[in-house]
Protein backbone atom coordinates (compact mmCIF):
# COMPACT_ATOMS: atom_id res chain seq x y z
CA UNK A 1 0.00 0.00 0.00
CA UNK A 2 1.33 3.10 -0.72
CA UNK A 3 2.34 6.21 2.15
CA UNK A 4 -0.81 8.39 2.30
CA UNK A 5 -0.24 12.12 0.98
CA UNK A 6 -1.43 13.29 4.13
CA UNK A 7 -1.52 11.44 7.57
CA UNK A 8 -3.33 13.21 11.02
CA UNK A 9 -2.81 11.12 13.81
CA UNK A 10 -4.03 12.35 17.33
CA UNK A 11 -4.90 16.06 16.18
CA UNK A 12 -5.61 18.26 19.59
CA UNK A 13 -6.54 21.96 19.70
CA UNK A 14 -7.40 23.59 22.56
CA UNK A 15 -7.91 26.89 23.34
CA UNK A 16 -7.75 28.77 26.84
CA UNK A 17 -10.84 31.28 27.37
CA UNK A 18 -12.30 33.15 30.12
CA UNK A 19 -14.25 30.65 30.77
CA UNK A 20 -11.99 27.80 30.69
CA UNK A 21 -10.32 25.34 28.41
CA UNK A 22 -12.09 24.73 24.96
CA UNK A 23 -11.57 21.52 23.42
CA UNK A 24 -11.97 21.58 19.87
CA UNK A 25 -10.10 18.66 18.51
CA UNK A 26 -9.81 16.04 20.61
CA UNK A 27 -7.85 13.64 18.93
CA UNK A 28 -8.78 13.27 15.17
CA UNK A 29 -7.00 10.83 13.31
CA UNK A 30 -7.37 9.91 9.50
CA UNK A 31 -5.40 9.83 6.04
CA UNK A 32 -5.72 11.44 2.65
CA UNK A 33 -4.23 9.27 -0.23
CA UNK A 34 -3.12 11.26 -3.71
CA UNK A 35 -5.73 12.23 -6.05
CA UNK A 36 -8.60 11.30 -3.20
CA UNK A 37 -11.31 13.30 -1.17
CA UNK A 38 -11.71 13.02 1.97
CA UNK A 39 -15.47 14.66 3.13
CA UNK A 40 -15.86 15.93 6.67
CA UNK A 41 -18.98 16.52 7.96
CA UNK A 42 -20.80 17.34 11.09
CA UNK A 43 -22.65 19.76 12.77
CA UNK A 44 -21.73 23.49 13.36
CA UNK A 45 -19.07 23.86 15.73
CA UNK A 46 -18.05 20.10 16.00
CA UNK A 47 -14.28 21.47 14.94
CA UNK A 48 -14.29 20.76 11.34
CA UNK A 49 -12.54 24.42 10.42
CA UNK A 50 -10.02 24.43 13.18
CA UNK A 51 -8.91 20.86 11.87
CA UNK A 52 -8.76 22.33 8.52
CA UNK A 53 -6.38 25.08 9.89
CA UNK A 54 -4.33 23.35 12.22
CA UNK A 55 -3.81 21.48 9.08
CA UNK A 56 -3.08 24.28 6.87
CA UNK A 57 -0.58 25.66 9.35
CA UNK A 58 -3.26 28.67 10.10
CA UNK A 59 -3.22 27.38 13.95
CA UNK A 60 -0.29 26.26 16.08
CA UNK A 61 -1.12 22.42 16.98
CA UNK A 62 -1.95 21.38 20.24
CA UNK A 63 -0.79 18.16 20.05
CA UNK A 64 -0.85 15.32 17.32
CA UNK A 65 1.54 14.68 14.46
CA UNK A 66 0.52 16.17 10.46
CA UNK A 67 2.62 14.72 8.22
CA UNK A 68 2.77 15.55 4.68
CA UNK A 69 4.45 12.97 2.17
CA UNK A 70 5.89 11.70 5.07
CA UNK A 71 7.57 14.79 6.28
CA UNK A 72 6.70 16.09 9.75
CA UNK A 73 4.79 19.88 9.76
CA UNK A 74 3.17 20.21 12.64
CA UNK A 75 5.83 21.48 14.86
CA UNK A 76 7.84 23.68 12.09
CA UNK A 77 8.13 27.21 12.45
CA UNK A 78 6.94 29.42 10.05
CA UNK A 79 10.08 29.69 8.06
CA UNK A 80 10.26 26.33 7.95
CA UNK A 81 7.05 25.80 6.73
CA UNK A 82 6.93 27.99 4.00
CA UNK A 83 7.70 25.90 0.93
CA UNK A 84 4.97 22.95 2.52
CA UNK A 85 2.54 25.76 2.34
CA UNK A 86 2.50 25.53 -1.45
CA UNK A 87 1.71 21.73 -1.33
CA UNK A 88 -1.66 22.59 0.99
CA UNK A 89 -4.02 25.52 -0.32
CA UNK A 90 -7.36 26.63 1.04
CA UNK A 91 -10.60 27.55 -0.16
CA UNK A 92 -12.72 29.63 2.01
CA UNK A 93 -16.31 29.30 2.46
CA UNK A 94 -17.09 33.30 1.51
CA UNK A 95 -15.22 34.09 -1.79
CA UNK A 96 -16.07 38.44 -0.70
CA UNK A 97 -14.55 37.97 2.06
CA UNK A 98 -11.75 35.67 0.92
CA UNK A 99 -10.56 37.92 -1.75
CA UNK A 100 -9.08 41.68 -1.12
CA UNK A 101 -12.19 43.92 -3.15
CA UNK A 102 -9.03 46.25 -4.19
CA UNK A 103 -7.39 43.73 -6.47
CA UNK A 104 -8.18 42.62 -9.71
CA UNK A 105 -8.72 39.16 -10.37
CA UNK A 106 -5.51 39.43 -12.63
CA UNK A 107 -3.60 40.11 -9.10
CA UNK A 108 -5.66 37.87 -6.87
CA UNK A 109 -4.78 34.78 -8.75
CA UNK A 110 -1.06 36.06 -9.53
CA UNK A 111 0.00 37.11 -5.44
CA UNK A 112 0.44 33.21 -4.50
CA UNK A 113 3.54 33.32 -7.18
CA UNK A 114 4.65 36.65 -5.84
CA UNK A 115 4.55 35.17 -2.62
CA UNK A 116 6.41 32.86 -3.30
CA UNK A 117 8.98 34.19 -6.12
CA UNK A 118 7.79 32.00 -8.66
CA UNK A 119 8.20 32.80 -11.91
CA UNK A 120 8.72 36.98 -13.75
CA UNK A 121 6.11 38.99 -14.52
CA UNK A 122 5.69 37.33 -17.81
CA UNK A 123 5.75 34.27 -16.73
CA UNK A 124 3.22 34.53 -13.53
CA UNK A 125 0.86 36.51 -16.36
CA UNK A 126 0.78 33.79 -18.56
CA UNK A 127 0.53 31.33 -15.43
CA UNK A 128 -2.84 33.75 -14.45
CA UNK A 129 -4.62 33.16 -17.99
CA UNK A 130 -3.61 29.21 -17.94
CA UNK A 131 -5.54 28.83 -14.30
CA UNK A 132 -8.45 31.32 -15.25
CA UNK A 133 -9.07 29.26 -18.34
CA UNK A 134 -8.66 26.21 -16.24
CA UNK A 135 -11.51 27.29 -13.80
CA UNK A 136 -14.03 28.42 -16.54
CA UNK A 137 -12.89 32.06 -16.09
CA UNK A 138 -12.74 34.59 -19.74
CA UNK A 139 -9.47 36.38 -19.89
CA UNK A 140 -11.08 39.94 -20.36
CA UNK A 141 -12.25 38.97 -16.89
CA UNK A 142 -8.23 39.78 -15.45
CA UNK A 143 -8.79 43.46 -15.05
CA UNK A 144 -11.86 43.25 -13.00
CA UNK A 145 -12.68 43.84 -9.15
CA UNK A 146 -14.18 40.97 -7.45
CA UNK A 147 -17.09 42.90 -6.65
CA UNK A 148 -18.14 42.87 -10.53
CA UNK A 149 -18.24 39.26 -10.49
CA UNK A 150 -20.89 36.85 -9.51
CA UNK A 151 -20.64 34.47 -6.25
CA UNK A 152 -19.70 31.49 -8.44
CA UNK A 153 -17.00 33.33 -10.54
CA UNK A 154 -15.52 34.97 -7.39
CA UNK A 155 -15.35 31.29 -5.80
CA UNK A 156 -14.00 30.18 -9.50
CA UNK A 157 -11.14 32.68 -9.33
CA UNK A 158 -10.29 31.63 -5.26
CA UNK A 159 -9.71 28.16 -7.05
CA UNK A 160 -7.53 29.07 -9.35
CA UNK A 161 -5.68 31.21 -7.07
CA UNK A 162 -5.52 27.86 -5.05
CA UNK A 163 -4.25 25.97 -8.19
CA UNK A 164 -1.74 28.08 -9.41
CA UNK A 165 0.93 27.21 -6.96
CA UNK A 166 0.38 23.20 -8.01
CA UNK A 167 -0.92 21.80 -4.47
CA UNK A 168 -1.15 18.43 -3.72
CA UNK A 169 -3.83 19.45 -1.30
CA UNK A 170 -6.55 21.46 -1.35
CA UNK A 171 -8.64 21.77 1.83
CA UNK A 172 -12.57 22.98 0.25
CA UNK A 173 -13.75 24.55 3.77
CA UNK A 174 -17.70 25.18 2.85
CA UNK A 175 -16.45 26.14 -0.25
CA UNK A 176 -20.17 25.55 -2.08
CA UNK A 177 -21.96 26.65 1.17
CA UNK A 178 -22.75 29.89 0.19
CA UNK A 179 -23.60 29.25 -3.39
CA UNK A 180 -26.63 28.85 -5.25
CA UNK A 181 -27.94 25.05 -5.50
CA UNK A 182 -27.44 25.17 -9.80
CA UNK A 183 -24.00 27.21 -9.14
CA UNK A 184 -22.68 24.40 -6.38
CA UNK A 185 -23.53 21.71 -8.64
CA UNK A 186 -20.90 23.77 -11.36
CA UNK A 187 -18.43 24.30 -8.56
CA UNK A 188 -18.61 20.61 -7.44
CA UNK A 189 -18.18 19.43 -10.77
CA UNK A 190 -15.25 21.59 -11.43
CA UNK A 191 -13.49 20.27 -8.96
CA UNK A 192 -13.76 16.89 -9.96
CA UNK A 193 -13.13 17.61 -13.14
CA UNK A 194 -9.39 19.87 -11.86
CA UNK A 195 -9.02 16.17 -9.64
CA UNK A 196 -8.97 14.35 -12.66
CA UNK A 197 -6.68 16.23 -14.56
CA UNK A 198 -4.18 17.03 -11.94
CA UNK A 199 -4.43 14.58 -9.40
CA UNK A 200 -5.12 17.06 -6.22
CA UNK A 201 -6.25 15.69 -3.34
CA UNK A 202 -9.19 17.59 -1.47
CA UNK A 203 -9.99 17.34 2.40
CA UNK A 204 -13.55 18.21 1.64
CA UNK A 205 -14.98 20.03 4.31
CA UNK A 206 -19.18 20.23 4.20
CA UNK A 207 -22.47 19.78 6.29
CA UNK A 208 -24.15 19.39 3.04
CA UNK A 209 -24.40 15.62 3.01
CA UNK A 210 -25.53 14.87 -0.91
CA UNK A 211 -23.14 17.02 -2.09
CA UNK A 212 -20.56 15.16 0.02
CA UNK A 213 -21.68 12.69 -1.21
CA UNK A 214 -21.38 13.36 -4.92
CA UNK A 215 -18.00 14.95 -3.92
CA UNK A 216 -16.19 12.25 -1.91
CA UNK A 217 -13.86 8.88 -2.24
CA UNK A 218 -14.55 8.28 1.28
CA UNK A 219 -16.01 10.52 4.23
CA UNK A 220 -15.38 11.37 8.14
CA UNK A 221 -18.04 11.80 10.38
CA UNK A 222 -17.35 14.47 13.28
CA UNK A 223 -18.96 15.35 16.57
CA UNK A 224 -17.45 17.21 19.52
CA UNK A 225 -14.07 17.77 18.10
CA UNK A 226 -14.01 13.56 17.45
CA UNK A 227 -14.50 11.59 14.55
CA UNK A 228 -17.20 8.97 15.00
CA UNK A 229 -16.97 6.73 11.72
CA UNK A 230 -14.94 6.90 8.66
CA UNK A 231 -15.25 5.05 5.49
CA UNK A 232 -15.77 4.70 2.01
CA UNK A 233 -18.90 7.20 1.03
CA UNK A 234 -20.94 4.42 -0.31
CA UNK A 235 -20.67 2.18 3.09
CA UNK A 236 -21.28 5.43 4.93
CA UNK A 237 -24.64 6.90 3.17
CA UNK A 238 -25.78 3.41 2.46
CA UNK A 239 -25.14 1.51 5.86
CA UNK A 240 -24.33 3.74 8.51
CA UNK A 241 -23.12 2.62 11.32
CA UNK A 242 -23.01 5.26 14.59
CA UNK A 243 -26.58 6.52 15.77
CA UNK A 244 -25.01 10.18 15.31
CA UNK A 245 -24.46 8.95 11.16
CA UNK A 246 -27.79 7.72 11.12
CA UNK A 247 -29.45 10.77 12.57
CA UNK A 248 -27.69 13.21 10.10
CA UNK A 249 -28.82 11.44 7.15
CA UNK A 250 -32.00 11.22 8.65
CA UNK A 251 -32.54 14.11 9.13
CA UNK A 252 -31.50 15.51 5.92
CA UNK A 253 -33.79 16.80 2.78
CA UNK A 254 -34.88 13.74 1.30
CA UNK A 255 -36.89 12.85 -1.89
CA UNK A 256 -38.68 10.10 0.08
CA UNK A 257 -39.09 11.06 3.73
CA UNK A 258 -41.39 7.92 4.24
CA UNK A 259 -38.30 6.24 3.75
CA UNK A 260 -36.44 7.17 6.92
CA UNK A 261 -36.15 5.81 10.25
CA UNK A 262 -38.19 7.70 12.60
CA UNK A 263 -36.36 6.01 15.78
CA UNK A 264 -33.42 8.47 14.39
CA UNK A 265 -35.03 11.35 12.48
CA UNK A 266 -34.45 14.12 15.22
CA UNK A 267 -31.08 14.70 17.60
CA UNK A 268 -32.77 15.61 20.83
CA UNK A 269 -31.07 17.73 23.04
CA UNK A 270 -28.41 20.59 21.83
CA UNK A 271 -24.75 20.20 20.87
CA UNK A 272 -22.75 20.19 24.30
CA UNK A 273 -20.24 22.98 24.98
CA UNK A 274 -16.29 22.16 23.87
CA UNK A 275 -15.61 23.79 27.30
CA UNK A 276 -17.29 21.17 29.36
CA UNK A 277 -17.51 17.84 26.73
CA UNK A 278 -19.50 14.76 28.08
CA UNK A 279 -17.36 12.42 29.86
CA UNK A 280 -17.39 8.62 27.98
CA UNK A 281 -18.93 8.88 24.61
CA UNK A 282 -19.00 12.65 24.08
CA UNK A 283 -22.52 11.59 21.70
CA UNK A 284 -24.06 9.97 25.21
CA UNK A 285 -26.42 13.06 26.41
CA UNK A 286 -28.45 12.86 22.71
CA UNK A 287 -28.16 9.19 21.70
CA UNK A 288 -31.07 6.72 21.86
CA UNK A 289 -28.42 4.16 22.54
CA UNK A 290 -26.99 5.29 25.24
CA UNK A 291 -26.22 2.49 28.47
CA UNK A 292 -24.17 3.26 31.22
CA UNK A 293 -20.96 2.34 30.08
CA UNK A 294 -21.26 5.46 26.99
CA UNK A 295 -21.38 7.44 30.46
CA UNK A 296 -17.87 6.36 31.60
CA UNK A 297 -16.14 4.68 28.44
CA UNK A 298 -14.96 6.61 25.51
CA UNK A 299 -15.42 3.98 22.50
CA UNK A 300 -12.39 3.88 20.24
CA UNK A 301 -12.51 4.00 16.08
CA UNK A 302 -12.56 -0.16 15.15
CA UNK A 303 -13.62 -1.54 11.91
CA UNK A 304 -17.18 -2.90 11.82
CA UNK A 305 -19.06 -3.85 8.69
CA UNK A 306 -16.02 -2.12 6.35
CA UNK A 307 -15.98 0.69 8.64
CA UNK A 308 -14.20 2.49 11.64
CA UNK A 309 -16.96 3.44 14.13
CA UNK A 310 -16.45 4.84 17.55
CA UNK A 311 -19.70 3.05 19.10
CA UNK A 312 -20.18 0.23 21.26
CA UNK A 313 -22.92 -0.94 20.03
CA UNK A 314 -21.74 -0.45 16.15
CA UNK A 315 -21.92 -4.05 15.92
CA UNK A 316 -25.39 -4.33 15.75
CA UNK A 317 -27.08 -4.58 12.28
CA UNK A 318 -28.50 -1.26 11.51
CA UNK A 319 -31.68 -1.47 9.85
CA UNK A 320 -32.82 1.67 7.73
CA UNK A 321 -32.17 3.09 3.99
CA UNK A 322 -31.01 6.39 4.39
CA UNK A 323 -28.60 6.66 2.15
CA UNK A 324 -30.73 5.11 -0.50
CA UNK A 325 -33.31 8.62 1.14
CA UNK A 326 -31.24 10.92 -0.16
CA UNK A 327 -30.58 12.80 -3.57
CA UNK A 328 -28.96 10.51 -6.03
CA UNK A 329 -25.54 10.63 -7.00
CA UNK A 330 -26.78 10.85 -10.95
CA UNK A 331 -29.58 12.96 -9.86
CA UNK A 332 -26.87 15.66 -8.51
CA UNK A 333 -24.79 15.54 -11.46
CA UNK A 334 -27.87 16.16 -13.71
CA UNK A 335 -28.77 19.92 -12.01
CA UNK A 336 -28.44 21.80 -14.80
CA UNK A 337 -25.79 24.54 -15.17
Request: net charge positive; aromatic share 4%; proline share 6%.
Amino acid sequence: MNAPLLDVVGLKQTFETRSGKAYAVDGVSFSIGKGETLGLVGESGCGKSTVARSIAGLLPVTSGSVRLSGVEISQLSRAELKPYRRQIQMVFQNPSSALNPRLTVGRLIEEPRIVHSLGNRAERKEAVFKFMEMVGLRRDLADRLPHELSGGQRQRVCIARALILSPSLIICDEAVSALDVSVQAQVVNLLRDLQEELGVSYLFISHGLTVTRHMSHRTAVMYLGRIVEEGATAAIFDRPRHPYTRALLAAAPSLDPGARDKQFAMIEGELPSPLAPPSGCHFHTRCPLAAARCRTEAPTLRRVGGQNVACHFADQEPDNNFGRSLLPVEAAKQISM
